[in-house]
């Protein structure tokens, strides 16, 4: 079945600089690759997505890329500010034969330092 | 947009008690809604696939008769764990997509969790 690898598990950085996310899948199969935020106690929040036809979009100090040939996706967070403080999981979603179910990283817990 | 309601945020209870949790999606129809338990400092590892009138689909190690599912309308869904013990205690949240693009990937939209605490 499909596995996502996500790295790194802790990302520290200051106030200003970018932030960036590594994720790789194993299913050549996914199409579909969002990114959520989680804060304490709560749900994961969409913050961007991907889908396979596209290799990358941007949607204002957040982008995402995707390398179908070499199966990883990459999540930058560009003028980072301390409320981007938060667990980030990518994800990879299965076609429908699966009821697109997602299958998420191990998270990244990125502390913006002010 | 879309928004997923999960109750109650917060539950704890003596071990051997079922508890309930609701996932409803509050304005738009779901199919299909999905379960998914979460430990401390863990990702999220779905437990089931929710279907609108008929049986839910389990992930490999997840027993059908410890946690139970019902979708019995296109906005409720239920998970209840019966005969809660200690190691069922876990954050569990459940997501929901919209029908309304049944042929394409679409965002899951997802619950705030409900803490389960069995003392």
């Known amino acids: 079945g499909e596995n996502v690898e996500q790295h790194p598990s802790t990302l520290s950085v200051q106030e200003g600089d970018s932030a960036v996310i590594k994720c790789t899948y194993s299913d050549s199969a996914s199409n579909y690759f969002p990114w959520y935020k989680q804060e304490l106690g709560k749900g994961p929040q969409l913050i961007i997505d991907?889908?396979?036809?596209?290799g990358e979009k941007k949607d204002q100090r957040i982008a995402v890329t995707l390398n179908k040939t070499a199966k990883h996706f990459s999540l930058h967070i560009t003028e980072t500010q301390p409320e981007d403080s938060a667990v980030y999981f990518c994800?990879?979603?299965?076609?429908?034969?699966?009821?697109?179910?997602?299958?998420f990283g191990s998270g990244t817990r990125l502390l913006v330092r002010p | 947009g879309a928004v997923v309601s999960q109750h109650p945020s917060w539950v704890i209870c003596k071990s051997g008690t079922s508890v309930k949790i609701e996932c409803r999606s509050l304005?738009?129809?779901?199919?299909?809604m999905f379960w998914y338990r979460q430990f401390p400092k863990q990702s999220l590892m779905l437990m089931a696939t929710?279907?609108?009138?008929?049986?839910?689909?389990?992930e490999q190690g997840v027993e059908k008769d410890k946690f139970l599912i019902n979708h019995a309308s296109l906005t409720l869904s239920t998970l209840t764990v019966t005969s809660a013990h200690p190691e069922d205690s876990s954050f569990y949240i459940c997501?929901?997509?919209?029908?309304?693009?049944?042929?394409?990937?679409?965002?899951?939209?997802f619950g705030d969790g409900t803490r389960l605490s069995i003392l």
């Open positions: 929710s279907n609108e009138g008929s049986k839910a689909t389990y």
């Open positions: 991907i889908r396979s036809n596209v």
């Open positions: 997501s929901a997509r919209d029908p309304a693009r049944l042929n394409s990937n679409q965002p899951q939209h």
């Open positions: 994800a990879a979603s299965l076609p429908l034969r699966s009821s697109y179910k997602l299958i």
């Open positions: 304005d738009f129809q779901a199919t299909t």
